[in-house]
């Protein structure tokens, strides 16, 4: 029985690169949409103190698609799913539909 070649170490390292560039990709995504969830969110709370009801259910519609982006973006990738910042967003959604 013979042991399988190795494979080369300037694929494993291309590999790793890679993995980095596209969690990197996912992190900047997650605290763009995170950032914009947040804006939706306090608008929507804002409209509701205004009784602008109609306004802050598209508001929360609108902030619903988005976290629904955001949790497929970062789900991938435990470190930027747990993050504060989409943790942060996440309950702030929350608080707003609440």
Do not use: C
Request: aromatic letters at 8%.
């Amino acid at each position: 029985m013979t042991n399988p070649a190795p494979e080369p170490l300037s694929r494993i390292t291309n590999d790793i690169i890679q993995r980095f560039e596209t969690m990197g990709a996912a992190r900047d995504q997650a605290v763009t949409q995170g950032r914009q969830l947040v804006r939706l969110a306090a608008n929507a709370i804002r409209a509701m103190h205004r009784d602008a009801f109609d306004q802050a259910d598209s508001l929360l519609d609108e902030a619903s698609t988005l976290l629904t982006d955001l949790r497929a973006i970062a789900a991938p990738f435990p470190s930027v799913y747990w993050a504060g910042y989409v943790q942060d967003a996440m309950k702030e959604y929350a608080e707003a539909a609440l």
